[in-house]
């Protein structure tokens, strides 16, 4: 099964930046989609933000025009840079990619804490 190893995130102010990494260990081929979902404590995991391996990308209505995504297809590595940071934005973040013919994989997350 895939590897994913994430980077980034921390603690922040209301309205700071934040940039998460999302690296495959290995060489992947075939990967569909890249994508982004966090789980705030007490809470479901919920999807954050999705690229297609064409380089459309797609939000959650919660965080459209504050968060980015982005990808790099040859180093198999996402990223989401995340801008104007809320306090209800607190959450572990988790990566996770969608492989033709494989299971899909997931980042080990990584906290992201915002203060008011």
């Known amino acids: 099964q895939a590897q994913l190893v994430q980077s980034g995130g921390g603690l922040v102010q209301t309205g700071g930046s934040l940039r998460l990494s999302c690296a495959a260990s290995?060489?992947?081929?075939?990967?569909?989609?890249m994508g982004w979902f966090r789980q705030a404590p007490g809470k479901e995991r919920e999807w954050v933000a999705t690229?297609?391996?064409?380089?459309?990308?797609m939000y959650a209505q919660a965080v459209e025009g504050r968060f980015t995504i982005s990808r790099d297809n040859a180093e198999n590595t996402v990223y989401l840079q995340l801008n104007s940071l809320k306090p209800e934005d607190t959450a572990v973040y988790f990566c996770?990619?969608?492989?033709?013919?494989?299971?899909?994989?997931w980042g080990q997350g990584t906290q992201v804490t915002v203060s008011s």
């Open positions: 290995g060489r992947i081929t075939n990967i569909r989609t």
């Open positions: 996770k990619f969608t492989i033709f013919g494989r299971d899909d994989a």
């Open positions: 690229i297609t391996s064409g380089g459309r990308a």
